[in-house]
């Protein structure tokens, strides 16, 4: 299954809407079957932040492990949020 | 051909504040009106009302150090304001031409320097709650700022060690830390260390007495202290 992040805006910044984000997608993230990967897209997305992505993509690493994969993607704001959540979990994420 | 005086009425909406306000700016100073010889009434120039608005940094430093009245195009009362102002922000520097290496940056520090007010001083606002929130492309700089806590005051939440602003702002910047006890939160300013020390962006922030010096290629931390006390949080982004 793949997410694409843009559907969610494409200034990702608040926790707030991180969460909203989350609980949103729950009825999606219901469909996904036992063995099948969780992708995320941040094409589209411009400005991505640590409070958000605090709020949706830590949950989905711990519940997920290593299914939940991010795609690649050149955003700086992506890539240096990603490393700092990385620090602060003591978990990699991983990636396509 | 003459410039056409507005009255203190058409003023106070162009710049948002209150007639009596505008008054009081008069008297002080602070802003000072016209007054068409032997008249009473108060007339302005739109071009010194442009300039007033433009001193973003003035104006936000008068906000936090005086609690002066802010125009509202720069008042943000809650963060709904504050996100839809800065999906504002992005879409101006889209527009204008920012390097798409730089753009999402800028937005995502002056993004977590504003969240930062609000997910520390919900429900604790001394007196105004909000932030101000000002841009100028052309001058390529972010001012943000608030009349909250201070960074001292709520990072003693999760250190009661901490004794000064100096020692708390050095904290935030740099311990993976939260002053939202017990969550295991507030990595924002981190985030924009990094930020800053990689990309052509360079930073001032005070929060009470503390001033921080942060900008590219030097990793260091420039922390000093200053002769007065502000409310709250500045902070002035450059890019």
């Known amino acids: 299954m793949r997410i694409e992040l843009k559907k969610f805006g494409t200034t990702l910044i608040s926790r707030q809407a991180g969460k909203e984000a989350l609980a949103a ?13 969780l992708e995320a897209d941040f094409t589209g997305v411009i400005t991505f932040s640590p409070s958000w992505g605090d709020e949706f993509l830590t949950p989905l690493l711990q519940q997920f492990g290593d299914r939940f994969v991010l795609l690649p993607t050149d955003n700086p704001s992506v890539t240096i949020t990603v490393e700092l959540l990385e620090k602060t979990q003591h978990k990699k994420f991983t990636r396509a | 051909m003459e410039e056409k005086l507005l009255n203190i009425r058409q003023a106070s909406e162009i710049l948002g504040v209150s007639v009596d306000t505008l008054r009081r700016w008069d008297k002080s100073g602070k802003l000072l009106a016209i007054r068409k010889e032997g008249g009473v009434h108060r007339y302005y120039h739109q071009k010194d009302l442009e300039i007033f608005a433009s001193d973003l940094v003035k104006l936000a430093h008068d906000w936090t150090a005086e609690g002066s009245e802010i125009p509202s195009t720069f008042y943000c009362a809650d963060s709904s304001i504050f996100q839809a102002r800065l999906s504002t922000l992005q879409a101006v520097l889209v527009k204008a031409g920012i390097a798409d290496q730089l753009l999402p940056l800028v937005v ?15 429900g604790n606002w001394p007196d105004t709650p909000g932030i101000f929130f000002g841009y100028d492309v052309t001058k390529r700089q972010v001012v943000l700022a608030d009349r909250g806590l201070g960074i001292l005051v709520t990072l003693r939440r999760v250190r009661p060690e901490l004794k000064n602003h100096v020692d708390a702002l050095r904290v935030a910047f740099t311990e993976i830390v939260s002053g939202r006890a017990p969550e295991e939160r507030g990595n924002g300013l981190k985030f924009v260390r990094q930020v800053v020390a990689e990309n052509p962006i360079s930073l001032f922030f005070r929060t009470g007495d503390a001033e921080l010096r942060l900008e590219k290629d030097n990793p260091e931390l420039f922390i000093t202290r200053s002769a007065t006390d502000i409310r709250g949080c500045f902070a002035l982004i450059n890019f």
């Open chain 1, 25 to 37: 997608f729950q009825s999606t993230l219901a469909k996904l079957q036992p063995d099948e990967k």
């Open chain 2, 108 to 122: 995502a520090v002056a993004g977590e320097i504003g969240n930062n007010s609000f997910d520390h001083n919900l």
